[in-house]
């Protein structure tokens, strides 16, 4: 029996990816491939009927149309829009967002120069962005610079931002998500930053919960302290360690497995 079935028999949800020296020059373009995969799923799962899911590569009770309206609910038309760029399938998923994309565009075309909803609706996500970081001593460095918003560091913020919440869409108490990483020596920075943000800075209101857990490997031989990973892997120490090591004891207790962290 391998991790992925005891861990789908148990509830969880099992993701996984391996990094590619060759994809390093398409930002993102692996994590994003995970979550194409997933929504495929619940494409072919809706097909056959949709509901409490018997279908393998979900867990068992696992509601795939409870899913996906919890989805077009937490990231609404203009993150579904969006976050297709990286995840064309949701375009499939959700055609009904994209024929009223289309139909507003027209109609905004006249109003506004170069304007469509992704532009317009947009506004609300950075609103979102700004309430979350209000709190942070570096919201305003990371938000703003010496002429005003960083249009870089508004595109980044807003799609860690919406990958947050696709996966407090997604993963849930009954059913949490485990997310393993292959080769992550040969993660692009870019994925490295959504991992950070994901596991340091994800959204903790009861309507956002991310149930998420994530493990990786790597090759110790070919990160140094200079390598990019090794910055990545003390951030996480320091902020998730402690939690990770209790949470993850107590969960391979059940498997038979020892943790040595």
């Known amino acids: 029996t391998s991790v992925k079935d005891v861990l789908t028999s148990h509830g969880w949800i099992y993701l996984s990816c391996k990094f590619d020296r060759l994809m390093r020059n398409q930002p993102l373009a692996t994590i ?15 097909g056959g009927g949709g509901g409490p899911s018997t279908f393998s590569f979900f867990p068992n009770g696992f509601d795939v149309n409870a899913v996906i309206t919890s989805i077009e609910r ?13 995840v064309p399938g949701l375009r499939v998923l959700y055609p009904d967002v994209f024929a009223r994309v289309i139909i507003d565009d027209d109609d905004s075309d006249s109003e506004v120069d170069g304007g469509g909803v992704s532009d317009i609706d947009s506004s609300s996500v950075d609103k979102d962005i ?25 595109l980044r913020n807003r799609l860690h931002y919406l990958f947050g919440k696709l996966v407090g869409a ?31 800075s994800g959204d903790h209101d009861d309507d956002n919960t991310q149930c998420l857990l994530v493990t990786g490997s790597f090759r110790s031989n070919e990160v140094d302290q200079d390598h990019i990973l090794s910055h990545y892997l003390q951030m996480f120490t320091y902020s998730v360690k402690f939690v990770l090591r209790h949470y993850i004891q107590s969960l391979l207790l059940n498997l038979k497995v020892q943790l040595f962290i």
């Open 170 to 200: 997604i993963s849930s108490v009954e059913h949490p998500i485990l997310l393993f990483l292959d080769d992550i020596q040969w993660a692009d920075p870019s994925s490295l930053e959504l991992l950070s943000s994901l596991l340091t």
């Open 74 to 86: 937490r990231l609404g038309a203009s993150g579904i829009v969006v976050l297709s760029d990286l």
């Open 130 to 154: 700004a309430q979350d970081h209000s709190g942070d001593d570096n919201g305003d460095e990371t938000m703003m610079d010496e002429d005003g918003i960083s249009s870089a560091n508004t």
């Open 32 to 46: 994003a491939s995970t979550m194409e995969y997933f929504i495929q799923q619940l494409i072919l799962q809706r």
